[in-house]
């Protein structure tokens, strides 16, 4: 199994709180991304990490900040939590970007009531 | 509208037999994925196809590449309920991914 983890794995807030999600890396992949997962919708990107502190937005990125200052390291921030922020967050890492294998972690659970 | 169309949305079937779940669109990939999701874990990759035509097969699996590249499918012979899981297609225009909404397979014993 790729080296993923991300913490913490269950998090409830309360709507307006921010709230930032860990995704460490033990591969020394390039790449690493940020999606969020409902149902009806698949995985949705919100951003991407394809190097030290270079972040590009994904889908559906407002209402979501990230930062990457190591290598292994990429956080992802909801400044002032919502609702409608409810939802099961993946991190992802690729060795490149394009059509090359995505590692995912095992998820964070984030209610935010 | 969802860059990727997946159907079924929901499939239940009993252990033995055969099924197939799709994956449309209306752009042109270069390259198409298909991931499976156990409940509580990430997606897992399970292969990529890039060439219109191109037919891959993973044991009981076989996943197909429309001619034109707009269009996959997973074919699914003999099911087994090690089978069960959420069945994702992905493409990767300009390095970012997009998902489509997923297939929920359900194989009964």
């Known amino acids: 199994d790729a080296g993923i983890t991300q913490s913490p794995r269950h998090k409830v807030t309360e709507t307006g709180t921010p709230v930032t999600l860990r995704c460490h890396q033990t591969e020394n992949h390039r790449y690493m991304y940020w999606y969020r997962q409902d149902p009806g919708h698949g995985l949705r990107l919100i951003h991407y990490s394809y190097g030290v502190k270079d972040t590009d937005k994904g889908e559906v990125s407002d209402g979501y900040s990230v930062s990457r200052s190591k290598t292994e390291d990429f956080l992802l921030t909801l400044e002032s939590a919502t609702s409608s922020q409810t939802s099961v967050y993946f991190c992802?890492?690729?060795?490149?970007?394009?059509?090359?294998?995505?590692?995912f972690g095992p998820g964070t659970r984030l209610t935010v009531t | 509208t969802q860059l990727l169309e997946q159907s079924p949305q929901f499939l239940s079937i009993q252990e033995g037999e055969n099924l197939t779940v799709y994956c449309n669109s209306s752009?042109?990939?270069?390259?198409l994925q298909w991931y499976r999701q156990e409940p509580g874990e990430g997606p897992v990759l399970l292969v990529t196809v890039v060439t219109g035509g191109e037919v891959k097969k993973l044991k009981r699996l076989t996943f197909q590449f429309g001619d034109a590249r707009k269009d996959s499918s997973l074919h699914i012979t003999a099911a087994q309920p090690g089978d069960t899981g959420l069945y994702l297609c992905a493409t990767v225009p300009f390095n970012k991914f997009y998902f489509g909404s997923g297939t929920k397979l359900n194989v009964k014993p």
């Open positions: 992802a890492i690729s060795e490149t970007g394009g059509s090359y294998e995505q590692y």
């Open positions: 752009s042109v990939f270069s390259s």
